[in-house]
């Protein structure tokens, strides 16, 4: 029987693979790591799961021996919701859906699990140190992204998604890029907002 860690290795391995397959800045971003020898995976801070029922979809993260972050609890927002889960020497897996009932019924998620399924990574943030200078480097590269950075300069955490990749004419995967400082490790729920809307078609 495999361990609770080989097992979570395969995971990042299949999903980051997928991912990549699918989504032209992760895949740039990963060749010109991998040509320097560091690949994408260190620097991968959390990877996002959308989902209809985060309690059922977090069952199978359990399994690999995560566990959800008891200091943050539930995230909420205007019109879904997520729990983060940790596992030590892994990124987090940030697990979100739309509220039932009309609160959700604004939210883009509900349709993009019924498009993609809840088997895929939304998006994969990786952590940068100085997030204008990557923007700059990546739209060099002909990479565009959604709206402005989410986050003012010096403060804890800043943020932005590249542009959607399509997928059967509907908005797919997107790459975050991240950058943290004061030793924050948590997701501010006005940030998490403005990237969820960034990503509207």
Known sequence: MMSDNHQT??????????FLSENKAARCLNDDL?????GLMPLVDHCTL???????????????????DQTLGVLEFDNWWAK?????????LFVDQAFEGKRGEPSLIPDWVQTHGDQCFH???????????????????????????????????RQIFTQPENKNGKAYTVLELIERHNGYQGFLPPQADGLMESSRL
């Open 50 to 68: 959308r989902t209809l029922d985060v309690n059922t979809r977090a069952k199978d993260l359990l399994r690999l021996g995560f566990s959800q």
């Open 84 to 92: 983060v889960y940790r596992k030590p020497g892994y990124p987090s």
């Open 9 to 18: 290795d395969v995971f990042f391995d299949e999903y980051i693979e997928r």
């Open 123 to 157: 998006h994969i943030a990786v952590l940068v140190q100085d997030i204008k200078h990557a923007i700059d480097k990546m739209q060099a590269r002909k990479i565009e992204f959604s709206g402005q950075i989410v986050g003012a300069p010096n403060t804890d955490l």
């Open 34 to 38: 991998s040509d320097c020898g560091v």
